[in-house]
Each structure stands twice: as C-alpha cells, then as structure tokens.
C-alpha cells in the first residue's frame, strides 16, 4: 500500500488551463503538505494543512488553491495555468506540524505547461 | 532566517567506496531536527536518516551515518560501501521553528552518481 499517493503522476495541459492535483495519504497523520520542484530541483513548500486548517501558506500565486475535505486528503487546483507553473509537485504528510516528525513524500507529480 | 546550503552540485564514487556529501545551516534556534533525503531517478522523496540537535551521538542507518558538529553548524551525510542504487539526488534539510511555525527548508541538493 502505497502510504501517499497523488494523482496524476504526469500532466501535460495548455496554458490557460484549470487543473487538479489529488493526494491521499494513509498514514494516519495530521499534517499534510504541498511542495514545488523546479527545475533546478529546488524544493520549496507552498502548503501546509493540519487537521484540515492551513498552517503555512508561502507566498504562492492565488491561482494555486488548496482543499483539504478531511485530513487524509489535500488537493491542489491551479487555475490559469502559466509556463512557470511546469514543475514536479509533490504531496507530503506527517504525525503533527513540529517536534521533528519525518515527512513522508508522494512520488510526485510532473506537471508540464506548453 | 534559516538557511540550507550544500556546495556539491555533483558527486561521484566508485562502488564500494566512502563518500561524504556536506551541508551546513544556518539558525538561532537550540532545538531543531535535521535529515537527509534521497531521491532517485524515480522522483520519490525518501528518508535516509534523521538527527536530533538535542542529541550529541551521531546517527547511523545501516551504510549511512552522518556527522553532525552543532557548533559549527554542520550535518554531512557519509554512505559506506556505496551501490549502484545509491545514486540520487540527496537533499539536507532542516526543521525547526521560523516565523511562527514549524517548517522543513531543504537544500538545493547534491546529485550523487555511483560508478560500476
């Protein structure tokens, strides 16, 4: 059993398009997180949900909006995608937002903008 | 603020050889966590091994242990006997507490490449 899973792994789609990135994790925990990997394979998170309520919103575009319907899951929707949006998204989650719980990472998912 | 640097863009090592891959970090806080990630060519983010600050004995796991100088602010990874699977991308990062929550700041990675 995969513990996170997030679906789709590749995504092709034109600019200007509305897309969604899902995650499920079955780990039981609380936290749950979205990470960007640019090209460079810099990580840098964007998101971060406990219990349902954002904890962490970096400065991220408003057309990157998150929902997270129950703690087990947190999905990403993007509206009006751009070229800069191309990137490898990756889901994360953890047993509570501190005291040094590892993060759990999904496979990720490679999102091309053409 | 925190920062992660790992000044190895790229390394290589012979199989069954020692490499050591470095990461140094920058913080005020005394108590903070910090791990190594691996990512291979399949994309997934694993844990390879994780310190507490609190704690003066360096970690190990298995071939992988880490070096950890709280002074001098230094955490380098050290993989023993290297394999063909090791290669990957591996990432330091650091988790500790930074405008008012806690948050994991990775580094921008080293791509490690094991030679047959």
């Known amino acids: 059993d995969t513990a996170v899973s997030q679906t789709p792994k590749y995504l092709v789609t034109q600019m200007g398009n509305d897309k969604s990135i899902k995650c499920e994790q079955n780990?039981?925990?609380?936290?749950m997180y979205w990470y960007k990997q640019d090209s460079k394979k810099f990580l840098k998170i964007m998101f971060s949900?406990?219990?349902?309520?954002?904890?962490i919103n970096e400065t991220v575009p408003n057309r990157f909006s998150p929902k997270s319907p129950d703690k087990a899951h947190l999905n990403l929707h993007i509206n009006s995608l751009e070229l800069g949006d191309s990137a490898v998204y990756f889901c994360?989650?953890?047993?509570?937002?501190?005291?040094?719980?590892?993060?759990?990472f999904g496979e990720g998912s490679w999102l091309t903008v053409v | 603020a925190q920062t992660v640097t790992q000044s190895q863009p790229e390394m290589s090592v012979q199989e069954a050889e020692t490499v050591t891959l470095s990461c140094t970090y920058d913080?005020?806080?005394?108590?903070?966590?910090l791990f190594w990630y691996k990512q291979p060519p399949s994309r997934q983010m694993i844990l390879v091994i994780r310190q507490e600050a609190y704690k003066q004995q360096n970690a190990t796991e298995n071939r992988f242990s880490v070096n950890f100088q709280k002074a001098a602010k230094s955490f380098s990874l050290k993989i023993s006997d290297s394999q063909l699977g090791d290669t990957a991308m591996y990432f330091c990062?650091?988790?500790?507490?930074?405008?008012?929550?806690?948050?994991?700041?990775f580094g921008t990675g080293t791509r490690l490449k094991v030679l047959a």
């Open positions: 949900y406990n219990n349902k309520e954002l904890i």
């Open positions: 913080t005020s806080e005394n108590n903070y966590y």
């Open positions: 990062a650091f988790m500790g507490f930074t405008s008012g929550t806690y948050k994991y700041i």
């Open positions: 994360a989650s953890s047993q509570g937002g501190g005291s040094g719980n590892t993060i759990y």
């Open positions: 780990l039981g925990h609380d936290t």
